[in-house]
């Protein structure tokens, strides 16, 4: 058996055990009472959901044309980096012969 598993398994048991003899906390007092005439929320259908998630509540959502933009932006700048190497042909090199070696 591994040495740290001779250590692990005692210390598992010891805390499990002393874990258990812990009193229960006091929960009283820590959620607000419900209304007793308070209706339970209405459950919505999902295509509901997403038509109401695509308006902004502020008034303020972004407009696809401006979406559109910003994706053409991110690609061109992917495209920007994945034209650049990361490592120059002698770190190329050295990694390679390291690798192998």
């Not at 499990?16 to 007092?29: F, N």
């Not at 929320?41 to 044309?65: C, I, M, N, V």
């Amino acid at each position: 058996m591994p040495r740290a598993a001779r250590f692990f398994i005692p210390l598992a048991v010891i805390v499990i055990s002393v874990s258990g003899c812990a009193d229960r906390p006091d929960l009283t007092g820590r959620v607000a009472p419900v209304a007793k005439g308070t209706a339970w929320p209405t459950l919505l259908p999902s295509d509901q959901l997403t038509t109401d998630a695509d308006t902004d509540a502020s008034g303020t959502a972004q407009t696809a044309k401006d979406l559109s933009a910003r994706a053409a932006a991110l690609r061109a700048r992917a495209a920007r980096l994945a034209a650049t190497p990361v490592l120059s042909s002698t770190e190329r090199a050295r990694l390679s012969a390291a690798s192998n070696g």
